[in-house]
């Protein structure tokens, strides 16, 4: 009976966690889409990483992201294809380089979540989403590829 | 290994710059962070004491003024500044390094000893009392000098500047043509937006004097750091010998050993790490606030056409400088630096 409890707590955390990260790819999709610039600025944080390059400024992740709406780029069919927690190996997904690394051991805290969005055009995009109970934060972006 | 033998090396070279001054924070407002040299970020707060290897950052509407040793550092909006060392002439020197953004600076006196105020692509000696430095998007410094002297310095040709005047100096050459200038006649907006422009309008060119920066600062980086793994050897072997002529010879030849040899071997491992971290960390300020921001820029601008040949040209130069870099400067930084 305990361990029937216990097995549901888990699917139904596991079962929250999927929905909270459905909804952050959901979200960046729309936001970026509906060309709102200030909600994606204020959503991100930096450090911010944006494939291989650290965005240290926040004013250029804002520059970053008004460069992405007005060059037209849109998110189409967005889905979550899947979803893991940041670890000291993520690194590698968005590049073998020291200076990513880096950034992954000192501004990637634990609860962060590396997710996969794929498109209906057959790319991805990962998204680098930091959480906590109250709000979702950007802190890196790579694709599409 | 490599961690704690680079850790090492710094500690040692924040020793022989134990006496370097650091710069009192005496205003700040507004979006102004300060990354201090152990990784840690904070808030800026009047009171503030910024040491060699910190970098203070101004947001859209920061402002701050340091007071460096008689020298006020008066940091403009949008500023990204480093209080950094290296050895020159024998003698460690304090380097006022802005990577980007806008900085006044006022000299109370001259002593003769002024620190040395750098940007990515130029360098300045002081003999004067007020000017202003404005680094652009692309490497390019701007300065205009409103009283005293200023020798600026850069690709080995130096131009002197007196009051009302100033230069530009594009990243990788010489100073231009020196002109009647004062600080208060510049638009750093419409400035740095031109730079970005004429730097986005030629990624290939742009990318390719980055590379030549990034090159020279990777040798540079490289000779330190491989004439301090000769010197430091010099010195473990130097621990050996003084124990031995301690044994074999008793403490006052030891103790004469030791001032002779070893007191000059540790000074000189010490200023070849200045050195050598001095050129990382001018590269990794390169790569950060002009390259990388110029791959960010356009990533974004080709973000719905990535198949455009001149995404795909760009990609392949930025390979390359990235390459470099990770060969020749990542393995002289650590994590803190990141």
Redesign the interface.
Known sequence: MASCAILLALSSCASLQRSSDQGAVKDVAELINAGQVQKLAAMSETPFL???????????VE??????V?????VQGAALEEAVPADAASYAQFAN???VK??F??YVQKGSRVLRMSTSGGKHILLLVKSDWFSKKLIGFKG?F | MRKATLLAAILLAAAAGAFAVPADVTYADG?TTLKLKS?KTQDVQVGDKMNTGDTL?T??DGLAELDQGGVTIKINS?T?FTLMEREAGGKTQTVLSMALGSIKYKYGKISGSEPQVRTNGAAAGVRGTEFTVFAGADGSTLFAVDSGQVDVESEGKTVQLTAAQGVEVPLGQPPGEVVPLHSDQIDYSKWNDDKLASMLADPIGSMATIQSVMDEYGKNATDYYNQYLAANEQLQQAVKTQAQILHDKGAEEANKYQMDVYFPLTHQVSRLVLNYRFYSLAALSLR??IA??M???L????????DAPEWKDFEAKFDVF?STF?QSI??R?V????
């Open positions: 944006v494939d291989q390059e650290i965005v240290s400024l926040k004013a250029d520059s970053f992201w008004n460069g992405v007005k060059a037209g780029f849109r380089t020291f200076e880096s950034f051991s000192n599409p | 979006d990784g950052r947001g859209k949008g990204v950060r606030f990388g921001r791959y960010v820029t990533k974004a601008r080709y973000l719905a056409n990535q990235l990770e990542a393995p930084l994590d803190a630096d990141i």
